[in-house]
């Protein structure tokens, strides 16, 4: 998508005028993502240069916040490549992390006041959202609310101010562009923990299953927990390396009990409920991010 590659660009640009070499190498080695914020505000937004310039901010925040995670994660790919913290170290990633984020919030300064207060606002919400994923995973969760609180700050907060302040630019119903941006986003991370289960480690470009091994006890998982009988038995797996045996034991359980269908069902739900909030601003393009969100391959 050549509007992408303007987005890529800018991001580029925006790393040049820091002026530092080192920035610029390691900006070359981040494998980029699939780019959702930027093709959600650019469909509601449309393509200009203050648009793009909200695309390349959110995008580097979004890269800071991985590269924050996968130190607290300590994990060693991101996106199918070596993560910073396993090519150099922890402290390149956070300070590297720490470049983009103060970079794109100076960017955010010279933007709309509104949109600067969204946007700034959900990167609180995100940090807040880590911390209690992070919280999450001391002790077996089993509270549904606590799972959907976290996934909305860590996750649907950036993407619901995406859609919001591309709405802000475009002088759209803002309120009806964040509704739909925080539930795409909700189910955004709904499915992602879904494809943790589903998906061979080839596809995720990391470890499969590796959430409830890290203490994550996401959507299938939780209802899988409260229709088990067993219950011993899967809180006796939790935080541990599992064996092809036990991981296959969760995932039959997973398909008899129907947990792993009504998670799906959940997040296809809140697909839908996007696509409400905004079912009369005439925006196809909306219907087909959702779509193509919700349809990856289970
Ligand atoms: C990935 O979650 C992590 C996030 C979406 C948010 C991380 C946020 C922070 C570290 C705080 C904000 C920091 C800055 C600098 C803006 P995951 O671990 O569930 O997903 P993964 O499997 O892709 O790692
Ligand atoms: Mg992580």
Known sequence: MEELQQVKEQIKNFVIECDDKKSLELLDLLATGKML???LILKIAGI????????AIVEMIHAASLLHDDVIDEADTRRGKPS???LFDNKTSIMFGDILYSKAFTELTKMDKEVAYTVSNAVTLLSIGEMLDVDLTETFNTSYDKYLDMIYKKTASLIEASAKSAAILAGCDKDKYALYGKNLGLAFQMID????????SKTLGKPAMLDFVEGKVTIPYL???????DKKRLESLYKKPLSSDESSWIKEQMISTNALQDSILEAQKLGKEAILAVKDEQNE?????????IEREF
């Open 223 to 229: 209802l899988l927990h409260e229709r088990i009988e």
């Open 193 to 200: 923990d879904i494809l943790d289960i589903t998906q061979d």
């Open 37 to 39: 914020r930027s093709k």
């Open 285 to 293: 393009s909306l219907v087909q991010i959702m779509a193509a969100m």
């Open 48 to 55: 200009n240069q203050e648009t793009i310039k909200l695309c």
């Open 84 to 86: 910073i913290n396993a």
